[in-house]
């Protein structure tokens, strides 16, 4: 049995059977037989399957939306945003099915053809920090270019993947296309990782985990995307909107309670501008609305588990720069935190993943550029100036997959997102998702 819990109440909101490797062998053979019937299916009628599951994510959107909150713990205006954003997805796929296309290259003796082949059944493992967003990165471009899925969300939150799951069918895509086993990362995870039928593995998680898949992958020579952890720079220059910068910061870092790969947790100050960014970052914070999920104005909920909050503690000793306000309990709370470091620190090398973020001087754009990529991660980042030159040369060097330039946004619909170094790599979104998802034939054709 998995006991699913809601993390701002710690009530139990639903008991599950509990799938091992045997389930996840039948899912895998049930995704194998219906791949060669999905991939002859028209692109036009694919495009236009993708289209109804977008159309059924929006018209179940406040549904979805509840059960990710409930689940996740997420305030429930940022779940509605993310289900917005899931239907966007799968929009966008579906528009993308007839445009992504092999060449035709000239060649001595002949024509040579590219083609772009699915595949088959591929497994994708999704963590419990934006459940049905990062189903959705993969489920996309997966199904736009014909592979069938086996699908593993995370242990502690699978409601949504099950919901989904329904949608897909009730959209009209064939049984066995999209196959949702909610089951253990070490069992079933696993199980995808080393299953000789099972042709590539699409994972979002941690660093460490995202090791092992890659080494349980070489066994079969598995194609591996990994969009992995981070540790990422929020650098503001004196010269920025300061007002701005910290107005905008605090969500950088405690939006879905710092539980967000893309969290800006080291924010460096240019020295002469640090204790005012500091005074206005510290008001900003204060102003984050900690509370019920289900309340419309709440901004911040709770960490996700018990054991995740003892985690996050770990990384606070002493008295913090500033601590915020939380509720009392039930519930795996966690105040808002900021600490100033050096970059040396615990706090600053290892990812939080929760409320707490590190505040570091820095004394001029080399030592900016030199803090900012001195970590393992690469990940995300934006730049806070109004020196447009400036915001380029450093957006060039700094080695990260996604940055922004005076905003915190990382993540949109067309635009590729992933990581650099350790972060993983392979692209999820934009255009770019489809390579992951899909094998470059070449056919020479003699013309002589
Ligand atoms: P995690 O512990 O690495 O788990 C991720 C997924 O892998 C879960 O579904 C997990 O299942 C499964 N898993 C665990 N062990 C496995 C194994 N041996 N083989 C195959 N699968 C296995 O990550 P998390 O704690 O859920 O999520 C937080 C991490 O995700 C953070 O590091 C965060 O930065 C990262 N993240 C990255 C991105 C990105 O796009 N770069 C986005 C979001 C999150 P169980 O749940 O059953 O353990
Ligand atoms: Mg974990």
């Given at each position: 049995?998995?006991?699913?819990?809601?993390?701002?109440?710690?009530?139990?909101?639903?008991?599950?059977?509990?799938?091992?490797?045997?389930?996840?062998?039948?899912?895998v053979a049930?995704a194998k037989?219906a791949f060669p019937?999905w991939r002859?299916?028209?692109?036009?009628?694919?495009?236009?399957?993708?289209?109804?599951?977008?159309?059924?994510?929006?018209?179940?959107?406040?549904?979805?939306?509840?059960?990710?909150?409930?689940?996740?713990?997420?305030?429930?205006?940022?779940?509605?945003?993310?289900?917005?954003?899931?239907?966007?997805?799968?929009?966008?796929?579906?528009?993308?099915?007839?445009?992504?296309?092999?060449?035709?290259?000239?060649?001595?003796?002949?024509?040579?053809?590219?083609?772009?082949e699915p595949l088959g059944a591929v497994g994708l493992?999704?963590?419990?920090?934006?459940?049905?967003?990062?189903?959705?990165?993969k489920?996309?471009?997966a199904?736009?270019c014909g592979n069938t899925v086996v699908?593993?969300?995370?242990?502690?939150?699978?409601?949504?993947?099950?919901?989904?799951?329904?949608?897909?069918?009730?959209?009209?895509?064939?049984?066995?296309?999209?196959?949702?086993?909610?089951?253990?990362?070490?069992?079933?995870?696993?199980?995808l990782v080393e299953h000789p039928d099972v042709a590539k593995i699409g994972f979002?998680?941690?660093?460490?985990?995202?090791?092992?898949?890659?080494?349980?992958a070489?066994g079969t020579i598995k194609r591996v995307t990994?969009?992995?952890?981070?540790?990422?720079?929020?650098?503001?220059?004196?010269?920025?909107?300061?007002?701005?910068?910290?107005?905008?910061?605090?969500?950088?870092?405690?939006?879905?309670?710092?539980?967000?790969?893309?969290?800006?947790?080291?924010?460096?100050?240019?020295?002469?501008?640090?204790?005012?960014?500091?005074?206005?970052?510290?008001?900003?914070?204060?102003?984050?609305?900690?509370?019920?999920?289900?309340?419309?104005?709440?901004?911040?909920?709770?960490?996700?588990?018990?054991?995740?909050?003892?985690?996050?503690?770990?990384?606070?000793?002493?008295?913090?720069?500033?601590?915020?306000?939380?509720?009392?309990?039930?519930?795996?709370?966690?105040?808002?935190?900021?600490?100033?470091?050096?970059?040396?620190?615990?706090?600053?090398?290892?990812?939080?993943?929760?409320?707490?973020?590190?505040?570091?001087?820095?004394?001029?754009?080399?030592?900016?550029?030199?803090?900012?990529?001195?970590?393992?991660?690469?990940?995300?980042?934006?730049?806070?100036?109004?020196?447009?030159?400036?915001?380029?040369?450093?957006?060039?060097?700094?080695?990260?997959?996604?940055?922004?330039?005076?905003?915190?946004?990382?993540?949109?619909?067309?635009?590729?997102?992933?990581?650099?170094?350790?972060?993983?790599?392979?692209?999820?979104?934009?255009?770019?998702?489809?390579?992951g998802y899909s094998e470059?034939?070449?056919?020479?054709?003699?013309?002589?």
């Amino acid at each position: 049995m998995i006991a699913v819990t809601n993390p701002a109440t710690e009530e139990t909101i639903a008991e599950l059977p509990e799938p091992g490797v045997a389930e996840t062998d039948e899912a895998v053979a049930r995704a194998k037989a219906a791949f060669p019937a999905w991939r002859a299916v028209a692109p036009a009628d694919r495009a236009r399957l993708l289209r109804r599951l977008a159309a059924l994510v929006e018209e179940h959107g406040e549904e979805l939306a509840g059960i990710e909150s409930r689940n996740v713990g997420k305030p429930i205006s940022g779940a509605r945003a993310e289900v917005g954003m899931v239907a966007d997805v799968f929009h966008f796929y579906a528009g993308a099915v007839d445009k992504h296309h092999g060449e035709t290259i000239p060649v001595a003796g002949g024509v040579d053809l590219t083609f772009r082949e699915p595949l088959g059944a591929v497994g994708l493992i999704v963590p419990w920090n934006f459940p049905l967003n990062i189903a959705s990165w993969k489920l996309g471009p997966a199904l736009a270019c014909g592979n069938t899925v086996v699908l593993k969300p995370a242990e502690l939150t699978p409601l949504s993947a099950l919901r989904l799951g329904e949608l897909v069918l009730e959209a009209g895509i064939p049984e066995g296309v999209v196959n949702v086993v909610a089951g253990k990362g070490s069992v079933v995870g696993q199980r995808l990782v080393e299953h000789p039928d099972v042709a590539k593995i699409g994972f979002t998680g941690s660093t460490e985990v995202g090791r092992r898949v890659m080494e349980g992958a070489a066994g079969t020579i598995k194609r591996v995307t990994l969009e992995l952890g981070g540790k990422s720079a929020n650098v503001v220059f004196a010269d920025a909107d300061l007002e701005g910068a910290a107005a905008a910061a605090p969500y950088a870092v405690f939006d879905n309670a710092g539980q967000d790969c893309c969290a800006r947790s080291r924010i460096f100050v240019e020295r002469s501008a640090y204790d005012r960014f500091l005074e206005l970052l510290v008001e900003a914070t204060k102003g984050v609305a900690v509370g019920d999920p289900r309340d419309e104005a709440t901004e911040m909920g709770p960490l996700i588990s018990a054991a995740h909050r003892e985690t996050v503690s770990s990384f606070v000793d002493g008295e913090p720069l500033f601590r915020g306000e939380s509720p009392e309990g039930p519930g795996f709370w966690f105040p808002c935190t900021l600490v100033e470091a050096t970059n040396d620190d615990r706090i600053a090398r290892e990812e939080v993943f929760g409320p707490v973020a590190a505040v570091i001087p820095f004394e001029d754009e080399a030592d900016a550029v030199r803090l900012a990529n001195d970590t393992p991660f690469g990940l995300s980042g934006s730049i806070w100036t109004r020196d447009g030159a400036r915001a380029l040369r450093l957006a060039r060097a700094l080695d990260s997959g996604v940055l922004s330039v005076n905003s915190n946004s990382s993540v949109r619909v067309a635009t590729p997102f992933g990581g650099f170094k350790q972060s993983g790599f392979g692209r999820e979104l934009g255009m770019q998702a489809l390579d992951g998802y899909s094998e470059v034939k070449n056919v020479f054709v003699s013309t002589e």
